[in-house]
Nanobody, 122 residues
Framework: QVQLVESGGGSVQAGGALRVSCAAS????????MGWFRQVPGKESEPLAG???????WYADSVKGRFTISQDIAKNTVYLAMDRLKPDDTAMYYC????????????????RGQGTQVTVSS
């Protein structure tokens, strides 16, 4: 059974940094396609960053230059390092995975975690 477990969320002041992690289990973690998205109650989910075969990465314009996605295949873990955080970054952050890379669309990835809350205060 594939499981994704996020951790590392918390509260931080504007301008600060956080790194959230996503530990994957239940499948052979060779990277595949993985990504992060966030959701604020009452709003649509927003894809943020994806990492694809050959370590190709994609970022939403809203986080480009501030967020960095990376993976540690030996630890079956994907990270999202977030810098220069803004109050608008406050959301529940989710990781998603598509081991077979059947799609490159993060919101359509086959598996999702339960999320970790990030709160940025002004």
């Amino acid at each position: 059974q594939v499981q994704l477990v996020e951790s590392g969320g918390g509260s931080v002041q504007a301008g600060g940094a956080l790194r959230v992690s996503c530990a994957a289990s239940g499948y052979t973690f060779n990277g595949g396609c993985m990504g992060w998205f966030r959701q604020v109650p009452g709003k649509e989910s927003e894809p943020l960053a994806g990492i694809y075969p050959s370590d190709f990465t994609w970022y939403a314009d809203s986080v480009k230059g501030r967020f960095t996605i990376s993976q540690d295949i030996a630890k079956n873990t994907v990270y999202l390092a977030m810098d220069r955080l803004k109050p608008d970054d406050t959301a529940m952050y989710y990781c998603a995975a598509d081991p077979a890379c059947e799609t490159y669309t993060i919101l359509a990835f086959r598996y999702r975690g339960q999320g970790t809350q990030v709160t940025v205060s002004s």
